[in-house]
């Protein structure tokens, strides 16, 4: 009998799989092309196959016929037709909050830990957005605006609704959000404000790990570097990103002779072996000193600036003390 009833209950689900369905498009998904969001809701299903259905007229928005170039607005109900899914992963992940700067109907702004991902890849099977998600299962919309690298603290923006992540990415793309990192640096530095200009060009290493190096046919890259405080054998500055290339901060200092202490790719590797002993004249620091701290924007709805500050890291800010 229990055979049976498990039988049935598989058979229910596989039928469900299969059917027809009807849903209403909520604010945070409007704004969104059609193709786009049956993509993203038919997880599993061949990109061809979802063109297919489009182009046949299968899916329906308010009972009318689309193409795949309609933008969807709150309140449209949308058929989707019978399509096969695959089956949803029973690899479970955590749950988990991080510390909130600021959050909205359109956007919440977390600090985020150092050797946290922002997402799952590469090795790493979630990051902060697939726990975020987990920890919200109410939320329809939340995506990363931008990223930041597994060992950089500090400030990360996400986007509630689609039209919030829009307008943020345009933003980006125009140069018009401002994003400062602390960071600090192994050397003499002497300029009270430096500009480096150094084209990037990103590559993966034979065994699958991605680099950055400077290049000539590489992208443009321009960040700006202010003297906040020297030590004797280091320096704190503030980094003023104009463009936001992959590891940009730290493949500009390390090519101009500057190692961020603690850096793993680009680093002085006999420094942070130094910096890890317990025994170290410096103190001890066993993460890469780089912080997102500070980011100015606007507001995607209200239109009016927006200023967040994420306070230095315990361990970062314990180590400027022991210096």
């Known amino acids: 009998m229990k055979g049976l009833v498990k039988d049935l209950v598989k058979d229910l689900k596989e039928l469900d799989r299969f059917s027809v369905q ?17 993509l993203r809701v038919c997880k599993g299903v061949p990109k061809s196959h979802v063109y297919r259905v489009l182009r046949s007229g299968e899916v329906r928005v308010n009972k009318g016929r689309i193409d795949q170039t309609y933008r969807l607005e709150m309140g449209d109900v949308v058929r989707i037709p019978p399509m096969r899914m695959a089956e949803k992963s029973t690899s479970s992940v955590p749950g988990m909050e991080f510390k909130i700067l600021f959050e909205d109907a359109h956007l919440l702004v977390i600090d985020k830990p150092a050797g946290v991902a922002v997402h799952g890849g590469s090795g790493v099977s979630y990051g902060v957005i697939e726990q975020l998600r987990a920890a919200r299962p109410e939320a329809k919309f939340l995506e990363l605006v931008h990223r930041l690298d597994r060992e950089t603290s500090g400030i990360l923006l996400l986007a509630k609704k689609r039209s919030a992540l829009v307008n943020l990415h345009e933003q980006i793309r125009t140069s018009s959000i401002d994003k400062r990192y602390l960071v600090l640096v192994h050397g003499d530095w002497s300029n009270p404000r430096q500009h480096i200009k150094l084209p990037l060009f990103k590559f993966t290493t034979p065994d699958g790990e991605r680099r950055v190096r400077v290049q000539a046919d590489g992208l443009a890259s321009h960040t700006v570097f202010n ?3 020297k030590y004797q054998h280091f320096a704190l500055l503030e980094a003023e990103l104009k463009t936001g290339r992959t590891h940009q901060i730290r493949v500009h200092l390390s090519a101009s002779g500057f190692a961020i202490a603690g850096d793993d790719k680009y680093g002085d590797f006999a420094l942070n072996r130094l910096l890890q002993k317990t025994d170290n004249p410096h103190g001890v620091l066993k993460r890469m000193f780089l912080h997102a701290h500070q980011i100015t924007f606007i507001h995607p709805e209200s239109g009016k600036p927006i200023m967040l500050k994420a306070p230095l890291a315990g361990e970062c800010a314990k180590f400027l003390k022991n210096l």
């Open 22 to 38: 009807f849903v209403t498009i909520s604010d945070e998904e409007a704004g969104q092309r059609i193709d786009n969001y049956l």
């Open 227 to 229: 003297l906040l405080h």
